[in-house]
């Protein structure tokens, strides 16, 4: 055996539009009905209620669909020479190709999905099958078989097994062909950890069947069965054959924690150290425990007389328990048999050998099993099982073509649910992993599954479901040419990866010319940006700019600098950080994105530049950069650049220009596990609209809306609080470009009330389409104030991303400014009194000071609202004197006449009504003599919200009781009117 290292392979990957690609075409596979697909059900059933019949309807021959589907016993029973593919009831190769008729090369479109992230063919100039897939944290290992030469290979006879081993990036790391004279193929794969950092050390198992002599001088006739182990280098450390005269073969295997091996398959002979002895003229199931070693430990064979029975399939549980699955032509273990010409089964063995429990899942036609997992749900384990069938399981419609089916059992083999997929031509479904809470499964259609709408030609696909059954989505992968899924396998990270063959240049890959090529394609599961996903919740920045977090809270965000957009405490690999430069005293827009993504470092900035881990460059239009974290830059079908994290996490980026420049527009998308996990200026996706605004890394949160003031001006300002600065432990990242803004942030709020008619008109007309009024608010700001009416575009993309992703529901508008003053420049005509002092110290402006008067507000033309809120800071300057003998000294605000707050306040040895009756003096104040006048002074931090709809608002601010102006004084700063 040889291994070959460090070639690259060569991808052409596709996460959006369509290129032109060669391939080729065929003729349909055998059609027996016309019959268009039935909806997915949920079909309840247990082992017992199969029913039982008679045991003479047979398999119709590999490669041969007949009207009857029938077939004798022999054509049945496995052939020296048979393939996952040889196996299945139908022919999926079909057409032309099965024909040895040339095909044309014309007109072939290549798959086009979200989460597709590469693929690879592995040309020879014979026939090479992706049979079986297995993945790691680091890397994939893909198996198969070959009548030629792998790329530094040597075929040795007919038909060499190869292993693969591919990067997740894509790359190739190693690859090894194993062979005899005679014809050899590997069936299946497993390693012996997936989780990193012990799945870079995992070793390999590969096992098949050999006509010839794969362990030397172990060749018992016909067909062996065989099982090779591989350190993650490529290293052979041990390879064991297993067989008897007659045909033996192994399908499949499974590495248990306590790093015994299980290799299952078919023998028509009688294994050594058989227990029981095998029945008699059959071909039966065995199943061979291996230690780490390689010592034999036990073997187990179960038929029916004269009959034949096979194992495909083998998984460890969690229990320890080892579940088998295939098919059965009698009633296999004395279970009921459902009469027709064969029977999927799952069979339950302890590690000891012992069989535990044998259930049929049968129709009164064809049922066979090809494929078995195990999962843990609820803290039990379950079983999935895929396969196909030509029957009906209830409450499906009964066919005559062959359909594909997902059963669910639990521990006891009890079935929990069955899905059957139809098309008016044949199905298969040959494998199938289990992904986060739910379950995929591969296979070939001819068909859509879900309209029936022919595809072309034969193709891949990869079908998704809940764990309770309900049809999550359906991808295709395949040219105009024959593609077919034979293994989906997933890594700890959830990428899904599926093999099998193409009969063409699959997408700009060469094509070896041998009649077919293996396929390897990666899938990152998670979040869709251009689909509809309610899985995923959704937080958005738009325009200059608007942000809307994981919780749906709307809120304007300023701030300039580079700011922690989002990190997780579920995702270590996983912060994005956002570059916001002013474009005037209150605009600003985002400029630049920097993501660690899964190890890698990865900026993208408004004007379209590039830049991994430091170095420019570009995203094939029509395919995905893959990352050496496990990562992925990809262009989705709508034309963002998404970044994706091999945890689900997704990241969409929209250059946009405006007649004052560049910004980009954001979304992000997290799954399921990321809830109540996130922090930064998205918020924390905890389900929660009321937590929203974390003033501290640490996850304190102010239960109310920001202030102008507390979001940038405070001293410890919202914006600081997520500025990236190395006194927080940032590590910056957007390295590239030019810094800008500061720490001194915007220097007034942009409010819907500062435009004039005029602007505000055009802004209405540009956002009309806008059904969203947060949303549509917003962008009537953006376009009064630029006059450009293209920020529509970007309000309308963020209305639409936030309604068809998550859950729904309203957004929550936080309060928005329709007035701010901190008296440091003009004081215009709202105020009746422009009276302005500053605090001794000179570092302070305030309006006032005054003593026993009313400084009067008045606004008017407020945009649509429920409810305002005002803030200020009110500074009680000297002696007053509270509930004292010379006072009461009170203060006193209120709106349209009606009272909102009337207080006594103290700065001497009396008691104050405020907070609280009888509180002592400076209670609940900000600060307490820190502005240097004579008596004594306190400030206060107000924020008072009441309902309102008034389109005109009336504040009076005023004190009585008051000795006189030097010895009690008043005044306000910050003052901020807020609507919603």
């Not at 090779?228 to 045909?247: D, F, I, P, S, Y």
């Not at 110290?841 to 003593?851: E, I, P």
Request: glycine fraction near 12%; charge should be negative; charged fraction near 15%.
């Amino acid at each position: 055996m040889k291994r070959f290292h460090g070639e690259t392979l060569s991808v052409c990957i596709l996460a959006a539009g369509v290129a032109a690609c060669s391939g080729s075409t065929g003729d349909p596979l055998p059609v027996g009905s016309t019959r268009g697909p039935q909806p997915d059900q949920a079909a309840p059933i247990s082992s017992a209620d199969d029913g039982s019949g008679a045991e003479g309807d047979d398999l119709a021959p590999a490669g041969e669909l007949n009207d009857d589907t029938s077939a004798t016993e022999e054509e049945l029973r496995p052939r020296e020479d048979d393939s996952p593919l040889s196996t299945l009831p139908f022919d999926p190769t079909g057409g032309d190709r099965a024909n040895g008729l040339p095909l044309p090369l014309q007109n072939v479109t290549c798959p086009s999905f979200e989460g597709l992230t590469w693929h690879d063919e592995t040309p020879t100039a014979g026939a090479d099958l992706g049979n079986a897939v297995a993945a790691s944290c680091d890397a994939v290992y893909q198996v198969g078989s070959t009548t030629g030469a792998i790329s530094g290979e040597v075929n040795s006879g007919a038909s060499d097994a190869f292993i693969r081993k591919v990067g997740q990036d894509g790359k190739l790391v190693w690859g090894a062909q194993i062979g005899t004279s005679a014809n050899d193929q590997a069936t299946g794969v497993a390693v012996s950890s997936a989780q990193c950092p012990t799945g870079s050390n995992a070793s390999l198992y590969v096992v098949g069947h050999t006509s010839g002599a794969i362990e030397a001088g172990q060749h018992k006739g016909s067909s062996d069965a065989f099982v090779v182990k591989l350190n993650a280098n490529g290293t052979e450390a041990w390879r064991r054959q297993l067989g008897t005269a007659a045909v033996d073969q192994a399908w499949s295997v499974a590495h248990a924690p306590d790093g015994s091996v299980y290799v299952v398959g078919s023998t028509g002979g009688n294994l050594a150290g058989v227990s029981p002895p095998p029945t008699s003229g059959t071909t039966s199931l065995f199943v061979a425990k291996y230690s780490a070693s390689g010592d034999l430990v036990w073997t187990r064979q179960l038929g029916v007389n004269n009959k034949t029975t096979i194992a495909r399939s083998v998984s460890v549980g969690a229990d320890g328990q080892v579940y088998v699955a295939g098919y059965t032509t009698g009633a296999l273990a004395g279970q009921p048999y459902a009469g027709g010409s064969a029977d999927a089964f799952v069979a339950r063995y302890s590690d000891s050998g012992a069989l535990g429990g044998v259930a049929l899942l049968g129709t009164s036609l064809q049922d066979q099993a090809f494929s078995l997992t195990t999962a843990v749900e609820s803290g039990q384990t379950v079983v999935y099982v895929s396969g196909t069938t030509n029957g009906n399981f209830p409450p499906y419609a009964s066919s005559t073509t062959y359909d594909a089916f997902l059963a669910k059992l639990d521990a006891s083999l009890t079935t929990q649910w069955i899905r059957q997929t139809a098309a008016s031509e044949n199905v298969s479904a040959t494998s199938v992993a289990v992904v986060g809470g739910s379950v995929v499964l591969t296979g070939e259609t001819r068909r859509d599954l879900d309209s029936d709408a022919p595809l072309g030609s034969a193709d891949m696909y990869l079908r998704e479901y809940s764990a309770a059954g309900a049809h999550l989505r359906t991808e295709y992968i395949g040219t105009n040419a024959m593609e077919a899924g034979q293994g989906v396998a997933v890594d700890p990270k959830g990428n899904v990866f599926l093999t099998g063959r193409t009969d063409a240049p699959f997408c700009g890959h060469s094509f070896g010319g041998g009649g077919s090529d293996a396929l390897l394609v990666k899938v990152m599961k998670g979040c869709r940006v251009d689909t509809p996903d309610p899985s995923c919740k959704p937080a958005t920045c738009n325009g200059d700019p608007h942000y809307v977090s994981f919780d749906r809270v709307a809120f304007d965000f300023q701030g300039e600098g580079d700011f922690v957009l989002a990190t997780s405490a579920a995702t270590p690999d996983l912060e994005i950080q956002i570059r916001q430069c002013p474009v005037s005293p209150g605009v600003s827009t985002g400029r630049a994105v920097g993501a660690r993504v899964a190890g890698d470092l990865v900026e993208f900035h408004a004007t379209g530049a590039l830049y991994v881990n430091g170095q420019p460059t570009t995203v094939p239009s029509s395919g995905a950069l893959a990352l050496a974290g496990g990562g992925s830059v990809y262009q989705s079908a709508s034309g963002r650049t998404v970044l994706a994290w091999p945890t689900g996490e997704r990241l969409a980026l929209r250059p946009r220009s405006y007649s004052l420049g560049l910004y980009l527009d954001t979304l992000f998308l997290v799954p399921p596990a990321s809830v109540g996990k996130m922090v930064g200026l998205f918020g924390n996706a905890d389900d929660d609209a009321t937590n929203e605004f974390m003033m501290a890394r640490d996850g304190s949160v102010l239960s109310s809306a920001l202030t102008f003031f507390e979001m940038y001006q405070d001293t410890n300002s919202y914006a600081d609080v997520w500025r990236v600065g190395a006194a927080q432990g940032d590590v910056a990242l957007i390295q590239q470009g030019t810094p800008c803004g500061g720490p001194a942030g915007p220097g007034q709020p942009a409010w819907l009330n500062s435009l004039t008619p005029a602007q505000r008109a055009a802004g209405e007309l540009a956002c009309a389409g806008i059904t969203d009024e947060v949303i549509k608010q917003t962008c009537i700001l953006d376009v009064g104030l630029t006059g450009d009416p293209s920020f529509a575009v970007s309000a309308q993309e963020a209305a639409t991303d936030l309604a068809s992703h998550g859950q729904g529901g309203p957004i929550i508008d936080s309060p928005r400014s329709v007035y701010f003053n901190n008296f440091t420049g003009s004081i215009g005509p709202e105020w009746e009194s422009i009276v302005t002092s500053v605090t001794p110290l000179g570092d302070r402006t305030f309006l006032g000071q005054f003593g026993n008067e009313t400084a009067h507000l008045t606004l008017d033309e407020l945009a649509p609202h429920t409810e305002l809120t005002v803030s200020f800071d009110l500074y009680v300057i000297n002696a007053w004197d509270g509930d004292g003998p010379f006072g009461p000294s009170v203060w006193t605000a209120s709106a349209d006449g009606v009272e909102l707050l009337s207080e006594t306040f103290s700065n001497t040895l009396s008691t104050q009504s405020y907070p609280l009756d009888g509180s002592l003096a400076g209670s609940g104040a900000l600060e307490v003599n820190t502005l240097a006048y004579p008596y004594g002074d306190s400030v206060y931090r107000m924020k008072l919200v009441f309902p309102h709809s008034a389109p005109d608002l009336a504040l009076d601010l005023s004190a009585s009781g008051l000795i006189g102006l030097f010895d009690e004084g008043w005044g306000v700063t910050n003052i901020e009117v807020q609507g919603r």
